[in-house]
């Protein structure tokens, strides 16, 4: 059973487009974190979200809490060619230190 | 640079040998952990620890042992590889806050 459910799985747009990516779960987390991995390479934090119904902005791209904690999306304004990447989205549980990740969203963005 | 440092960076086993997958972190962070990926699966938590000498198992520990004998160093273990093995593996690192973590750059096993 996949306690987190990412959508969608594969996404490729053209440049300049927007974009949202759902991140969704029947579990409440204390925190949920945002990662984008390129090939090759570890996965990079981009944002922690803590508070139900948080937003955080980080340049083009948007992160949302749920109002109970339970989901997440990023969205991603006027996509770029260097926004390519698999994005992944991590629940911490509230009863421990483990970190459960999402199967993840491959984005292609085209120029 | 500070962050985690994963070795070797690729490995290729015959089924049955034993290797050390090493890992260290100088960011004197708590909490260290093993994940594998593997295609349509994600990230899976192999085994976790909250300090030196405190390990626990994650969702797929068969196969794998763990010691942390000091803060910095988190060593994973394959005992006798097998090929369901072949995978790449990622350590990671946080404070015991958990307010994200700093992954290596992984090793890509391959088992034969």
């Known amino acids: 059973t996949q306690l987190l459910e990412q959508s969608p799985q594969f996404l490729s747009i053209q440049e300049g487009e927007n974009l949202t990516v759902y991140c969704n779960s029947s579990?409440?987390?204390?925190?949920l974190q945002w990662y984008r991995q390129e090939p090759g390479e570890g996965p990079v934090l981009l944002v922690t979200?803590?508070?139900?119904?948080e937003v955080k902005k980080l340049k083009r791209l948007t992160f949302q809490f749920g109002d109970a904690r339970k989901d997440s999306s990023l969205h991603i304004t006027a996509a770029q060619p260097g926004d390519t990447g698999l994005y992944l989205c991590a629940g911490l549980r509230p009863s421990n230190y483990k970190l459960t990740f999402g199967k993840g969203t491959l984005l292609t963005v085209n120029p | 640079n500070a962050g985690v440092t994963q070795t070797p960076k690729f490995q290729v086993l015959k089924t049955g040998q034993s290797m050390t997958l090493q890992c260290a972190q100088d960011?004197?962070?708590?909490?260290m952990s093993w994940y594998r990926q593997d295609p349509g699966m994600g990230l899976r938590l192999i085994h976790y620890?909250?300090?030196?000498?405190?390990?626990d198992q994650g969702e797929v520990p068969n196969g794998y042992n763990v010691s942390r004998s000091t803060t910095e160093d988190f060593p994973l273990r394959l005992l006798s590889a097998a090929p369901s093995q072949t995978s790449v593996y990622f350590c990671a690192s946080s404070t015991l806050r958990g307010d994200g973590y700093t992954f290596g750059s992984g090793t890509r096993l391959t088992v034969v």
């Open positions: 620890s909250v300090g030196a000498g405190i390990t």
């Open positions: 960011m004197n962070h708590e909490y």
């Open positions: 979200v803590v508070t139900g119904g």
């Open positions: 579990s409440v987390f204390s925190s």
